[in-house]
């Protein structure tokens, strides 16, 4: 049974760039949440798809975008990339929309380096 | 305030040795709670959820007081693989997990 997968494992791309991570949740999740971690500090929450929707976001700017496709597979989009948005990028699945106590797992992360 | 903050730490602490983490949290309709383990450069990786009552697993203990906003995390017994970044997460239902910034354990032989 596979677990949350992401693509690609590391990334280097330049300012003004545009980035597209991919997440495939574990088999039988439905819900799609990704998070931003810099260096030192706690992943902090991008937004959250379910039923192909985003359902909810954090304070981050528009040129954070994403998908959510009919397998549940999600990609998120990076527009205009600045140096500040080097960081880990984790995408966490859960199942029935994220129900109390459904604790998420975890992908192993894409490491996106801006030049 | 933070939604929820940790112990600063680093935590430096001999092989069987207990330590002890506490996290604080701002949102009183928080749900669920949890701790999550995170090796350098790894993903977070769930350790234990949380419940009113407490709960143990192994030589781990979790407490949550609702009243207080508190959780913490003991561990009895260090081992040298318990050496990580222990994050506190806590969420509503449904909604999005909010992390603490974690606090960080070295212990040595």
């Not at chain 1, 500040?84 to 490491?111: E, I, M, V």
């Not at chain 2, 669920?32 to 407490?54: A, H, N, T």
């Not at chain 2, 606090?103 to 032989?109: E, Q």
Request: proline residues 4%.
């Amino acid at each position: 049974d596979a677990g949350v997968t992401q693509s690609p494992t590391h990334l280097i791309k330049t300012r003004g760039q545009q980035v597209t991570l991919r997440c495939s949740p574990k088999s039988g999740h439905d819900t799609v949440s990704w998070y931003q971690q810099a260096l030192g500090q706690g992943p902090q929450f991008i937004f959250q798809y379910y039923e192909e929707e985003e359902r909810q976001r954090g304070n981050f700017p528009d040129r954070f975008s994403g998908h959510q496709f009919p397998n549940y597979s999600s990609e998120l989009n990076v527009n205009a990339l600045l140096l500040g948005d080097s960081a880990l990028y984790l995408c966490a699945s859960s199942s029935l929309g994220g129900r109390r106590g459904t604790a998420p797992h975890f992908g192993n992360g894409t490491r996106l380096t801006v030049t | 305030r933070k939604e929820v903050e940790q112990d600063p730490g680093p935590f430096n602490v001999p092989e069987g040795a207990t330590v002890a983490f506490n996290c604080t949290y701002s949102n009183s309709a928080s749900q669920s709670f949890f701790w999550y383990r995170q090796d350098c450069r790894k993903e977070p990786k769930l350790l234990m959820s949380v419940y009113s009552s407490g709960n143990e697993d192994g030589r781990f203990t979790a407490q949550l007081n609702r009243a207080s906003q508190y959780i913490s995390l003991l561990i009895r017994d260090s081992k040298l693989s318990d050496s990580a970044t222990y994050l506190c997460v806590v969420n509503q239902a449904g909604t999005a997990l909010i992390f603490g910034k974690g606090t960080t354990l070295s212990v040595s032989s």
